[in-house]
Protein backbone atom coordinates (compact mmCIF):
# COMPACT_ATOMS: atom_id res chain seq x y z
CA UNK A 1 0.00 0.00 0.00
CA UNK A 2 1.28 3.50 -0.78
CA UNK A 3 1.63 6.20 1.56
CA UNK A 4 -1.23 7.93 0.29
CA UNK A 5 -3.43 4.97 -0.23
CA UNK A 6 -2.53 4.25 3.78
CA UNK A 7 -3.46 8.19 4.47
CA UNK A 8 -6.76 7.78 3.18
CA UNK A 9 -7.41 4.38 4.94
CA UNK A 10 -6.16 6.82 8.50
CA UNK A 11 -8.52 9.38 6.87
CA UNK A 12 -11.93 7.27 6.57
CA UNK A 13 -10.76 5.41 9.51
CA UNK A 14 -10.96 8.88 12.12
CA UNK A 15 -13.61 9.68 10.02
CA UNK A 16 -15.80 6.50 11.09
CA UNK A 17 -14.97 6.71 14.32
CA UNK A 18 -16.05 10.66 14.56
CA UNK A 19 -19.70 9.24 13.56
CA UNK A 20 -19.39 11.12 10.38
CA UNK A 21 -21.35 9.42 7.45
CA UNK A 22 -18.72 8.78 4.70
CA UNK A 23 -20.67 5.01 3.34
CA UNK A 24 -21.55 6.99 -0.33
CA UNK A 25 -18.36 8.84 -0.01
CA UNK A 26 -16.60 5.40 0.50
CA UNK A 27 -18.84 4.05 -2.34
CA UNK A 28 -17.93 6.65 -5.02
CA UNK A 29 -14.08 6.06 -4.20
CA UNK A 30 -14.76 2.01 -4.13
CA UNK A 31 -16.12 2.62 -7.92
CA UNK A 32 -13.18 4.49 -9.21
CA UNK A 33 -10.30 2.76 -7.35
CA UNK A 34 -7.16 1.02 -8.46
CA UNK A 35 -7.19 -2.78 -8.17
CA UNK A 36 -4.39 -2.83 -5.53
CA UNK A 37 -6.79 -0.54 -3.14
CA UNK A 38 -9.56 -2.96 -3.51
CA UNK A 39 -9.13 -4.53 0.54
CA UNK A 40 -8.14 -0.85 1.66
CA UNK A 41 -11.23 0.39 1.62
CA UNK A 42 -13.55 -3.08 2.11
CA UNK A 43 -13.80 -2.77 5.89
CA UNK A 44 -15.06 0.79 6.08
CA UNK A 45 -18.56 -0.04 4.49
CA UNK A 46 -18.91 -2.33 6.67
CA UNK A 47 -18.53 -1.37 10.23
CA UNK A 48 -21.71 -0.24 12.38
CA UNK A 49 -22.22 4.27 12.63
CA UNK A 50 -22.14 4.60 16.47
CA UNK A 51 -25.90 4.16 17.87
CA UNK A 52 -27.42 5.82 21.45
CA UNK A 53 -28.80 2.97 23.34
CA UNK A 54 -32.36 4.26 22.24
CA UNK A 55 -31.15 3.88 18.75
CA UNK A 56 -30.15 0.26 19.02
CA UNK A 57 -33.72 -0.23 20.42
CA UNK A 58 -35.14 0.76 17.58
CA UNK A 59 -32.82 -0.77 15.62
CA UNK A 60 -33.84 -4.11 17.03
CA UNK A 61 -37.51 -3.30 16.41
CA UNK A 62 -37.39 -2.01 12.25
CA UNK A 63 -36.87 -5.98 11.81
CA UNK A 64 -40.04 -6.42 13.47
CA UNK A 65 -43.18 -6.36 11.71
CA UNK A 66 -43.97 -3.70 14.15
CA UNK A 67 -45.43 -0.02 13.57
CA UNK A 68 -43.58 2.41 14.01
CA UNK A 69 -46.48 3.34 16.26
CA UNK A 70 -46.93 -0.21 17.98
CA UNK A 71 -42.90 0.76 18.56
CA UNK A 72 -43.49 3.53 20.08
CA UNK A 73 -45.90 1.95 22.41
CA UNK A 74 -43.57 -1.13 22.81
CA UNK A 75 -40.89 1.34 24.12
CA UNK A 76 -43.37 3.95 25.99
CA UNK A 77 -42.45 7.01 23.64
CA UNK A 78 -44.28 9.05 21.16
CA UNK A 79 -44.52 7.44 17.86
CA UNK A 80 -42.87 11.11 17.00
CA UNK A 81 -39.75 10.46 19.03
CA UNK A 82 -39.48 6.92 17.43
CA UNK A 83 -39.42 8.50 14.20
CA UNK A 84 -37.10 10.82 14.70
CA UNK A 85 -34.58 8.67 15.89
CA UNK A 86 -35.58 5.92 13.16
CA UNK A 87 -34.80 8.94 11.06
CA UNK A 88 -31.00 9.17 12.93
CA UNK A 89 -30.54 5.65 12.11
CA UNK A 90 -31.18 5.97 8.33
CA UNK A 91 -28.86 9.37 8.33
CA UNK A 92 -25.74 7.09 9.95
CA UNK A 93 -26.66 4.48 7.67
CA UNK A 94 -26.91 6.40 4.58
CA UNK A 95 -30.14 5.16 3.63
CA UNK A 96 -33.44 6.61 3.05
CA UNK A 97 -36.20 3.91 3.90
CA UNK A 98 -36.79 1.30 6.91
CA UNK A 99 -36.63 -1.54 4.53
CA UNK A 100 -33.01 -0.18 3.70
CA UNK A 101 -32.14 0.16 6.91
CA UNK A 102 -32.87 -2.83 8.12
CA UNK A 103 -30.69 -4.72 5.03
CA UNK A 104 -28.03 -2.67 6.02
CA UNK A 105 -28.00 -2.95 9.84
CA UNK A 106 -28.00 -7.07 8.54
CA UNK A 107 -25.28 -6.34 5.93
CA UNK A 108 -23.69 -5.14 8.63
CA UNK A 109 -23.22 -7.74 10.87
CA UNK A 110 -25.79 -5.79 13.32
CA UNK A 111 -28.61 -8.50 13.78
CA UNK A 112 -26.23 -11.27 14.59
CA UNK A 113 -24.31 -9.58 17.45
CA UNK A 114 -24.75 -11.17 20.75
CA UNK A 115 -27.43 -8.87 22.69
Excluded at 30 to 51: C, I
Excluded at 52 to 70: F, P, Y
Aim: net charge positive; hydrophobic share 35%; with cysteine.
Amino acid sequence: MSLLEHDIVQLFEFLANEDITCVPLINRLQENREPSTAQSFQFLDTRLPKLTKREIEIANQLSTARTLTQISTHLGVATGTVKSQAHGIYKKLGVGKRSEAVAELGRRGFYSQPK
